[in-house]
């Protein structure tokens, strides 16, 4: 079983333009959640999806950020017009089900730069 | 918004000693906890995890404690290798099953 993949591993953008980070969950797991790292922080919990829905967007900035987790494909985070501090690495886990006692799994991330 | 990076707390240990990890939580509805062990570059990887309803459980060199009353957990190595070298950090969840984090604790092994 592949684990939750995520890609690019490393993406480079100048300010104003859009980050697209893709995260394909492990399989079978229906639960998406993205979390943002600052270096030498923890993870900031950004959105959790389910398929086709978003359930908590709370961690998520209002302006120029947004998450999807179509029917088919990978859960898409989108960052439109990216500034200087967008510059961090974005992290996905997915979870089998919603239980509260569920172990989430982790990607690689994607680390993103904006020049 | 978010806090400028700090210098995380460091633990040294000696290769072969056992090691202790603190964290302090921060919402005592929390019902369930992880450790969660994070490498250079690398996503975090799930150690150990505890519920609410228990105080100690152990993995394979590893211990969590849980202390409900001070909002306290503590993650145990014994034996520490160099290949635990790493930032190590706990988690909570509430609600929605998202995880809250703490800031990390760094782990350096001397050989």
């Known amino acids: 079983n592949a684990g939750v993949m995520q890609n690019p591993r490393h993406l480079v953008r100048r300010r104003g333009q859009e980050a697209r980070l893709r995260c394909s969950p492990m399989k079978g797991h229906s639960h998406v959640y993205w979390y943002r790292q600052l270096p030498e922080e923890g993870l900031k919990f950004m959105v959790y999806l389910q398929k086709e829905n978003i359930i908590d967007e709370s961690g998520m900035p209002k302006e120029r950020f947004s998450a999807e987790f179509p029917k088919e494909g990978p859960s898409i985070l989108r960052i439109q017009q990216v500034v200087r501090g967008d510059s961090a690495a974005y992290f996905c886990?997915?979870?089998?089900?919603?239980?509260?006692?569920?172990?989430?799994?982790f990607g690689q991330g994607t680390r993103l730069t904006v020049v | 918004g978010e806090s400028v990076g700090l210098h995380l707390p460091t633990l040294s240990v000696q290769e072969g000693d056992n090691s202790i990890i603190n964290c302090a939580y921060s919402?005592?509805?929390?019902?369930?906890f992880i450790w969660y062990k994070q490498e250079s570059g690398k996503g975090p990887q799930f150690i150990i995890d505890i519920r609410s309803n228990m105080d100690k459980r152990q993995g394979q060199r590893v211990t969590v404690l849980l202390n409900k009353t001070v909002k306290h957990l503590s993650l145990q190595i014994a034996a520490t290798q160099p290949g635990d070298s790493a930032v190590y950090f706990c988690a909570e969840t509430y609600g929605n099953n998202r995880l809250a984090f703490g800031k990390g604790n760094q782990v350096v092994v001397i050989p």
């Open positions: 886990a997915s979870s089998l089900n919603r239980e509260l006692n569920t172990e989430a799994f």
């Open positions: 919402n005592s509805a929390s019902d369930y």
